[in-house]
């Protein structure tokens, strides 16, 4: 009895490291093909810093943001929307890996990869581990080069392991959302679609660029509403929030929850018994 106890421990202690050696082999590889992809470096910065210096520059003083939460005082309005260009770079890389997957599926890698003797939702979840990790170096890259541009957010303090967890839990959940898409987009020229109706709609109709007060004031109520629902618009707030050591409200439960139900869909889907086996009958690669 005692021999058959140790067998199973040894049995489960090998399997945990198989599969912690499976998740450090895809992530490593992710990086390592990122590093060698200096223009996606690059083109991911451009996008937020342009805001940031043009946009944001031009609204400075016209644009102003009142004292409402989590601020304590009149804010610029290049400081009130790097919370959501951090968002935007998130957002952006999040859907880059769902063309990586469609990529990777398109060229048999990815199926091969689902082949491995571990449990499908696992490496899943070691393809999203490796986006998060993506995505979180260039917001700190684009936090830093924003702070040489002047505007510096208060992302070091008492605060800190908070924005830590806001910024993680909003990168697993676009990337989970990525995930998603990838069960859907059934070829790369399908992706440019998917930028036009999910990406932008995602970040314009949410807090990224205004206050969800400015919009009810306007009168635009739609815009409103879709913003309250927007998944999006929690994951900003909570990081916005996190920043200034407030409290987030239900964001970081409408983020985490729709993680979750991303990541459960994209694994039914990626099951070869419902969604993505049956690829191969819609053209997909053998």
Not at 98 to 116: C, F, K
Not at 268 to 273: A, E, I, N, S, T
Request: glycine residues 8%.
């Amino acid at each position: 009895m005692q021999t058959q106890t140790v067998s199973i421990d040894d049995t489960r202690h090998h399997g945990a490291r198989h599969a912690a050696q499976a998740m450090r082999a895809i992530v490593w590889r992710e990086l390592l093909k990122f590093s060698r992809q200096y223009g996606r470096l690059i083109s991911a910065l451009v996008r937020p810093l342009l805001w940031l210096a043009v946009f944001a520059a031009g609204f400075r003083n016209v644009f102003g943001v009142a004292i409402v939460e989590p601020y304590d005082t009149y804010i610029p309005y290049d400081l009130y929307i790097a919370p959501g260009l951090v968002g935007m770079v998130l957002l952006f890389n999040g859907m880059q890996s769902s063309l990586a997957m469609v990529y990777d599926r398109e060229m048999g890698l990815m199926r091969l990869l689902l082949t491995a003797p571990l449990p499908r939702a696992w490496i899943l979840l070691s393809k999203l581990t490796a986006t998060a990790v993506l995505s979180l170096a260039q917001a700190a890259a684009f936090v830093i080069v924003a702070a040489l541009l002047g505007t510096a957010l208060p992302v070091f303090g008492a605060q800190t392991p908070m924005v830590l967890l806001a910024a993680v839990c909003a990168a697993l959940m676009l990337g989970s959302l990525g995930l998603l898409l990838s069960v859907h987009i059934r070829q790369l020229e399908n992706f440019a679609g998917t930028m036009n109706f999910v990406i932008f709609p995602m970040y314009f109709l949410s807090t990224a660029l205004y206050p969800l007060w400015k919009l009810e004031e306007s009168g635009a109520d739609w815009v409103y509403r879709v913003a309250q629902v927007n998944p999006f618009t929690h994951a900003v707030e909570w990081m916005r929030f996190a920043l200034y050591g407030k409290d987030a409200g239900i964001s970081p439960y409408v983020v985490v929850g729709t993680l979750v139900v991303c990541f459960t869909l994209a694994s039914w889907g990626y099951d070869p018994q419902r969604g993505f086996g049956a690829l191969t009958k819609r053209g997909g690669p053998a």
